[in-house]
């Protein structure tokens, strides 16, 4: 075996090792604490409730371990039979080697890599989630949500790959390479929310009426344009509740799901809207961008290294004459072996804009208490975990805990 096959093997072993210690030191942690109700939780949670939380994360925690099982099974085998190479000659044969054949040869590959994992997403849905009441979607809407996002990868996937592989002819290419896809992450968090969710769900207004006005005079007091507030359908597919902020400049939108106008007063929802505006105006999502475009910078000059290399294509059985597509496509399935080590880091940053959110909507409304309650009824509702091992939420979670909001929120605030 090739030098760089062990070390391919070490890298995922060590990976998968990390990941089940860490999913093993939580079930613990939760187990633990699955005896009563823990005190800060006692005034806003019953003890069946509180059951039924314990009950969802060690039920997707299983699945979890199950997936990662099934990942490394696969991509071990995917590495170390040949089935690349071959499948990818085998492609080129067929099709010619334009650059169109080996765009359309990345794609059909990258589908056929994402066929076997289709009965565990099946599994999620409609069994666990299903379980827990959270599943409102249906074998259909599943089916065609799957053959949507199938034709949109295509629709958006082939131009931007076939760009790339003419590119990698001019000196310098993986300059350029960035340049093209961080012009395409610009416009397509434009063209994302305008047109590409739509496809999925219902946009709304907020309907008339007091909370519609109490939001209104919220956005004009933090100047934020209200009409990019909407309501989206998320309750077709998910009995789960959320709000999100996307778009930049005049693209900017805040969507709160149906689900959660359900489930909250109006002053909780215009705590997580003033929550919303406060990434917005605190500038976390040109911030986020301008990480993300670093990152992609320093993935393209990578690849570019990796694409001169004769030991990396000779390794994984390709050769260096095959050109980009060969190493995009090891790229795109090895690069989570390195990257997975920096979730801590970059879920830190996360973790500190949502304190610095929390703090702003709590200065908006001029109150911490509507932001508190909304956060633990979003827990309550979600049965989301209560009691993360600290290890495990910081290594995993991009929002802090509960107990960590609430404490932040109330300490340096006004109450
Ligand atoms: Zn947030």
Same mark, same amino acid.
């Given at each position: 075996m090739h030098p760089i096959i062990y070390a391919f093997i070490i890298l995922l072993g060590v990976k998968t090792a990390f990941e089940?210690?860490?999913?093993?030191?939580?079930?613990?942690?939760?187990?633990?604490?699955?005896?009563?109700?823990?005190?800060?939780?006692?005034?806003?949670?019953?003890?069946?409730? !509180?059951?039924?939380?314990?009950? !969802?994360?060690?039920?997707?925690?299983?699945?979890?371990?199950?997936?990662?099982?099934?990942?490394?099974? @696969?991509? @071990?085998?995917?590495i170390l039979s040949g089935f690349l190479p071959w499948l990818y000659g085998g492609l080129i044969d067929f099709l010619g080697n334009s650059l169109w054949a080996q765009g359309l040869s990345l794609l059909a590959i990258s589908i056929i890599l994402s066929l076997p994992a289709l009965p565990l997403e099946w +599994?999620?849905?409609?069994?666990?989630?299903?379980?827990?009441?959270?599943?409102?979607? #249906?074998?259909?809407?599943?089916?065609?949500?799957?053959?949507?996002?199938?034709?949109?990868?295509?629709?958006?996937?082939?131009?931007? @790959?076939?760009?790339?592989? +003419?590119?990698? *002819?001019?000196p310098v290419w993986w300059l350029w390479a960035f340049a093209v896809v961080f012009a395409f992450q610009l416009v397509m968090i434009v063209v994302y929310p305008m047109f590409i969710m739509p496809l999925f769900n219902k946009f709304e207004p907020l309907p008339e009426g007091g909370l519609r006005n109490r939001l209104m005079s919220l956005a004009k007091k933090t100047g934020f344009k209200a009409k990019a507030i909407l309501v989206m359908d998320g309750s077709k597919r998910s009995g789960h509740s959320n709000a999100?902020? #996307?778009? %930049?400049?005049?693209?900017?939108?805040?969507?709160?799901?149906? #689900?959660?106008?359900?489930?909250?007063?109006?002053?909780?929802?215009?705590?997580?809207?003033?929550?919303?505006?406060?990434?917005?105006?605190? *500038?976390?999502?040109?911030?986020?961008?301008?990480?993300?475009?670093?990152?992609? @910078?320093? *993935?393209?000059?990578v690849l570019a290294a990796l694409t001169e290399s004769d030991w990396f294509y000779k390794g994984f059985g390709f050769t260096t004459e095959q050109g980009l597509a060969p190493a995009l496509l090891l790229f795109g399935l090895l690069s989570g072996l390195v990257t997975f080590w920096?979730?801590?880091?970059?879920?830190?940053?996360?973790r500190k804009h949502e304190y610095e959110a929390d703090a702003f909507a709590r200065d908006a409304v001029n109150s911490g208490q509507p932001m508190v309650r909304s956060l633990r009824k979003l827990h309550e509702k979600?049965?989301?975990?209560? #009691?993360?091992?600290?290890?495990?939420?910081? %290594? !995993? !979670?991009?929002?802090?805990?509960?107990?960590e909001r609430e404490a932040a929120i109330v300490s340096t605030g006004s109450g």
């Amino acid at each position: 075996m090739h030098p760089i096959i062990y070390a391919f093997i070490i890298l995922l072993g060590v990976k998968t090792a990390f990941e089940i210690w860490l999913e093993w030191l939580n079930r613990r942690h939760v187990q633990e604490a699955s005896g009563s109700v823990p005190e800060p939780f006692q005034d806003f949670i019953d003890p069946e409730t !509180y059951c039924k939380t314990i009950e !969802y994360t060690l039920a997707k925690s299983r699945f979890g371990l199950l997936e990662t099982f099934f990942d490394v099974a @696969l991509l @071990l085998i995917i590495i170390l039979s040949g089935f690349l190479p071959w499948l990818y000659g085998g492609l080129i044969d067929f099709l010619g080697n334009s650059l169109w054949a080996q765009g359309l040869s990345l794609l059909a590959i990258s589908i056929i890599l994402s066929l076997p994992a289709l009965p565990l997403e099946w +599994w999620q849905q409609f069994r666990l989630e299903e379980r827990f009441g959270f599943n409102k979607s #249906t074998l259909r809407l599943w089916v065609t949500d799957k053959l949507k996002g199938l034709i949109l990868g295509l629709v958006i996937g082939f131009p931007v @790959l076939c760009v790339l592989l +003419w590119l990698v *002819g001019l000196p310098v290419w993986w300059l350029w390479a960035f340049a093209v896809v961080f012009a395409f992450q610009l416009v397509m968090i434009v063209v994302y929310p305008m047109f590409i969710m739509p496809l999925f769900n219902k946009f709304e207004p907020l309907p008339e009426g007091g909370l519609r006005n109490r939001l209104m005079s919220l956005a004009k007091k933090t100047g934020f344009k209200a009409k990019a507030i909407l309501v989206m359908d998320g309750s077709k597919r998910s009995g789960h509740s959320n709000a999100f902020f #996307t778009g %930049f400049g005049n693209f900017r939108r805040i969507v709160l799901f149906d #689900t959660l106008m359900e489930q909250l007063e109006e002053d909780e929802l215009e705590a997580v809207l003033a929550h919303e505006i406060g990434h917005y105006k605190l *500038g976390h999502v040109s911030r986020m961008l301008a990480v993300s475009g670093l990152a992609t @910078l320093i *993935g393209f000059r990578v690849l570019a290294a990796l694409t001169e290399s004769d030991w990396f294509y000779k390794g994984f059985g390709f050769t260096t004459e095959q050109g980009l597509a060969p190493a995009l496509l090891l790229f795109g399935l090895l690069s989570g072996l390195v990257t997975f080590w920096l979730h801590p880091a970059i879920n830190f940053w996360s973790r500190k804009h949502e304190y610095e959110a929390d703090a702003f909507a709590r200065d908006a409304v001029n109150s911490g208490q509507p932001m508190v309650r909304s956060l633990r009824k979003l827990h309550e509702k979600n049965l989301s975990n209560l #009691t993360p091992h600290p290890a495990y939420s910081a %290594f !995993y !979670y991009s929002h802090p805990t509960l107990l960590e909001r609430e404490a932040a929120i109330v300490s340096t605030g006004s109450g």
